[in-house]
């Protein structure tokens, strides 16, 4: 209330916000605990451990700093500081590759770098992504109808191996039946999804092999 007493009587604002004017000087002329006081210490310690840190330590680095400043508190209590004052670390995830280009025989481009399909189930676009959890990556495939923009095909493993991408897919081709549907995906090798079984699983529907300077893809 302090900050707006300029533009507000102070009778005014304790009676909208349910308290009495003689609660709020009181404790307006009130001292800061003890508590309050070595938590304000602590954030001056803790911006100080930041700033040399570039902006990149969090709470766990900060405490192990303090602590080799004989500063002794909580791995808790200088989490709580640090989102009191506004103050972040940076997380640096392990990168992981899903995607390794490849030496073997690329496809003719019929794609041409355009994903727009004038219906459904004429061109699909798949790819893979990883989700990192507390027990490790987890791999998904999905495989996206360019017309509709519509998953039609997705799996779920734990590794990086032929049979998550081929989940996908066959998903995708028991589920919408397509005829002549040209299938894209990144140029390389995607864990073990080697060029045989692509090809075998898409000839049982007629389909052949194409893929453009950027990518793989099947029709």
């Known amino acids: 209330m302090s900050?707006?007493?300029a533009d507000y009587p102070i009778t005014t604002m304790c009676r909208l916000l349910g308290?009495?004017?003689s609660g709020y000087h009181a404790w307006v002329k009130r001292q800061p605990s003890r508590r309050a006081e070595t938590d304000a210490a602590l954030i001056v310690d803790i911006r100080a451990a930041h700033a040399a840190s570039r902006g990149t330590y969090g709470a766990p680095r900060i405490h192990a700093e303090l602590a080799a400043k004989d500063i002794h508190v909580g791995r808790k209590r200088v989490a709580r500081l640090m989102r009191q004052a506004g103050v972040a670390g940076v997380s640096?995830?392990?990168?992981?590759?899903?995607t390794v280009r490849g030496d073997r025989r690329q496809a003719p481009d019929l794609v041409d770098r355009n994903f727009?399909?004038?219906g459904p189930?004429?061109?699909?676009?798949a790819?893979?992504?990883?989700?990192?959890?507390?027990?490790?990556?987890?791999y998904l495939a999905v495989v996206l109808d360019a017309y509709s923009r519509r998953v039609v095909g997705w799996s779920m493993a734990t590794t990086l191996a032929s049979q998550l991408v081929l989940g996908a897919l066959d998903m995708?081709?028991?589920?919408?039946r397509p005829q002549?549907?040209?299938h894209h995906s990144d140029q390389g090798s995607h864990g073990g999804f080697k060029w045989p079984s692509q090809h075998d699983t898409l000839l049982a529907y007629r389909s052949t092999p194409v893929t453009d300077p950027q990518g793989r893809g099947f029709r």
């Not at 640096?92 to 899903?98: E, P, Q, S, V």
């Not at 995708?172 to 919408?176: D, E, G, N, V």
Request: without cysteine.
């Open 3 to 5: 900050d707006h007493q």
């Open 19 to 21: 308290v009495s004017s």
């Open 92 to 98: 640096r995830r392990k990168f992981i590759t899903t």
């Open 116 to 118: 727009t399909a004038e």
């Open 121 to 125: 189930d004429r061109l699909w676009v």
């Open 127 to 138: 790819d893979i992504t990883y989700i990192p959890t507390w027990a490790g990556f987890l």
């Open 172 to 176: 995708a081709l028991q589920t919408r």
């Open 180 to 182: 002549g549907v040209i």
